[in-house]
C-alpha cells in the first residue's frame, strides 16, 4: 500500500467553475497539466492547458488559491494523516529540500519513506532504477503535512461568503494574491528554451547514471 504526501484536498466545484471560466477565455480545453518548472534551481509552478487547436495556454491563478488554502475542503483543516504516523508501507512525495542534497542532484527528485518491512522489499526490489540517497527527518522543513495539517485560513469564511454572492472571478482577483505567488513562486515562468536546456540536462545525467549501476 502507498500513500502520498498530501497538501490538502481543493474543492471539486471550484475546479469545475475555474475550466468553465477559463474555457470562455481561450476556447474549448482539451487536455489540462500541472507542471513543476526548475529555473536555475528554483521550483516554479504552473497549470497549463491545450486547446482543441492545440495551442499552450498558462495560468497561475488555480494553483495561488490552491496555496492559499482558502478553498480546500473544511476536513483538510483536521486531517489525522497529516503526520510522520503513516498506515502505509510506502509513502511518496516530492522532495523539496533541495539544499539537503549533493550539488549533483538535478530536480525534480522524490521523497520515499519506507514504513514497513513490507515496504522495505518492494523498494529494494525497484532501487537500482533509481538514483538513491538516504535522508534523516531534518530533511522535511519543505513538506510540513508530514507535521500536521494545513491551518485553517483566518477569511476562509470570508472567502465562501463572497464566491456564493460574487463568483470565482472575484475571488481570483482578491485572494490570488501576489503576496501568494511570490511566496510559492508563481509569478515568474521559465523560458521556452532555459526550459530544454534543463530537460536535456536532466535526461542526460539519469540516462548516464542508471548506464553506470
Not at 474549448?28 to 529555473?39: A, G, L, P, R, T
Not at 542534497?101 to 525497484?126: C, H, Q
Not at 513562486?185 to 530544454?196: D, G, P, V
Not at 534543463?198 to 542508471?210: A, L, S, T, V
Request: contains cysteine; glycine residues 4%.
Amino acid at each position: 500500500l502507498i500513500d502520498f504526501v498530501c497538501h490538502g484536498c481543493p474543492s471539486p466545484n471550484i475546479w469545475e467553475k475555474y475550466w468553465i471560466l477559463k474555457q470562455k477565455e481561450w476556447g474549448e480545453i482539451s487536455e489540462v497539466f500541472f507542471q513543476d518548472i526548475y529555473k536555475k534551481d528554483i521550483l516554479y509552478r504552473v497549470e497549463s492547458c491545450l486547446d482543441k487547436k492545440g495551442r499552450k495556454h498558462v495560468s497561475n491563478d488555480y494553483t495561488a488559491l490552491f496555496y492559499s488554502h482558502l478553498c480546500h475542503r473544511q476536513a483538510c483543516y483536521s486531517c489525522q494523516f497529516a503526520s510522520m504516523t503513516r498506515y502505509s508501507d510506502i509513502t511518496i512525495g516530492g522532495f523539496l529540500d533541495l539544499d539537503m542534497l549533493n550539488e549533483e542532484y538535478i530536480p525534480p527528485v522524490s521523497m520515499v519513506l519506507i514504513n514497513t518491512r513490507k515496504g522495505k522489499e518492494w523498494f529494494d526490489a525497484v532501487k537500482r532504477n533509481a538514483r538513491v540517497e538516504k535522508c534523516g527527518k531534518r530533511s522535511f522543513k519543505n513538506q510540513p503535512c508530514l507535521e500536521r495539517p494545513i491551518s485553517l485560513p483566518f477569511f476562509r469564511e470570508n472567502f465562501w461568503n463572497e464566491y456564493r454572492k460574487y463568483g470565482l472571478e472575484f475571488c481570483i482577483r482578491k485572494y490570488a494574491t501576489t503576496e501568494i505567488k511570490k511566496k510559492y513562486h508563481l509569478n515568474i515562468l521559465a523560458e521556452e528554451n532555459e526550459m530544454t536546456e534543463q530537460q536535456i540536462k536532466y535526461n542526460r545525467f539519469y540516462e548516464n547514471d542508471i548506464k553506470n549501476n
